[in-house]
């Protein structure tokens, strides 16, 4: 077993080294000499209408927390809510996951929650979302089934295909049994992963609030995809991009961002690479992925940074 220390230098630093590599080497693909005229000639009102969705996520993810402190006896201040989710996305800038710890932290300084019921709800908000994510990816696969499973039959032949899928299938089914039966410290972490997943899903239903708790979830995530859609418009080489390619961008835009401190570097290689797979040029897509990057990124250090600045200002006086 790792040292904690070790393991401490090993989840700050690597994020940092993935993202000087990628960012190397997105720029040995495309240099910055080619992607500079398109920021000069780029549509920033679609740019700003784009942000302005982003604004309207987060804002709207600020209100459904009100949801589920609630339950808990305390009643959250919107202004509070909003300044500790932009603090929460500023600091997972630097290290990945940070910002949810901060976030809890600040509703316990000064609104008097329990940092771990805080923490908590924070953990519950990221299982609604992980439900939304996995049903557009789900969506997706059915609404490109024909064109993905084109792209599995040129790697490899309808009949290994056929076999991979049986493969999968057994796979799966051993790996279940496996894992039920299994006291081993990967099974009990998958089975307690699984069990919390439950968990989240049956306590949204038990909400008193529970209609508006989803109506805004679906709510962030459609503001999510429409500023991705909306910030295409502002390159104009990328010409028409089809919905199919819109829907695998924007997951694999989202993955990135999860997986990363806030993408850095990678957000705008999955966004080219998945691009690619409709024979969209990749100079403009990689350009469109750092122009999409940096205008949430800009966004999300204005906020954040005046949240931080006026986060003790407004709490000066004690809560009543």
């Not at 992980?130 to 089934?145: K, M, P, Q």
Request: proline share 4%; charged share 10%.
């Amino acid at each position: 077993m790792l040292k904690p220390s070790v393991k401490k230098v090993i989840k700050i630093g690597l994020p940092i080294v993935l993202a000087i590599f990628f960012g190397w080497y997105s720029f040995s693909k495309v240099p910055l000499s080619q992607l500079t005229p398109y920021f000069k000639t780029a549509n920033y009102g679609w740019i700003m209408l784009g942000m302005c969705c982003g604004l309207l996520s987060h804002l709207s993810r600020a209100y459904r927390w009100k949801y589920l402190i609630e339950p808990l006896g305390y009643r959250l201040r919107l202004p509070n809510s909003i300044m500790a989710v932009f603090i929460t996305y500023l600091a997972n800038y630097g290290v990945p996951r940070s910002g949810e710890v901060l976030r809890a932290g600040v509703i316990t300084n000064y609104e008097g929650v329990p940092f771990e019921k805080g923490f908590g709800t924070i953990v519950a908000e990221r299982v609604a979302d992980l439900i939304v994510l996995l049903g557009i990816i789900g969506f997706t696969l059915l609404y490109e089934y024909d064109f993905i499973i084109s792209i599995f039959e040129k790697l490899v032949s309808s009949k290994n295909l056929i076999y991979i899928g049986v493969a999968g299938i057994v796979l799966l089914i051993l790996g279940f049994i496996f894992i039920q039966k299994s006291q081993s410290f990967i099974a009990v972490k998958i089975k307690t992963f699984v069990s919390g997943l439950l968990e989240g899903v049956l306590s949204i239903f038990k909400m008193k609030h529970k209609w508006a708790f989803i109506a805004h979830t679906l709510f962030i995530w459609a503001m999510y995809l429409l500023m991705f859609y909306i910030t295409t418009f502002a390159i104009a080489d990328l010409g028409d991009v089809s919905a199919g390619a819109v829907l695998i961008g924007f997951i694999s835009a989202s993955f990135t961002i999860a997986a990363t401190n806030g993408g850095v570097a990678v957000y705008p290689l999955a966004v080219a690479a998945a691009f690619s797979l409709f024979d969209i040029p990749e100079t403009p897509s990689i350009a469109f992925g750092w122009i999409m990057w940096s205008s949430q990124t800009i966004m999300i250090i204005i906020f954040g940074v005046l949240s931080f600045i006026y986060l003790p200002i407004y709490n000066r006086k004690p809560i009543n």
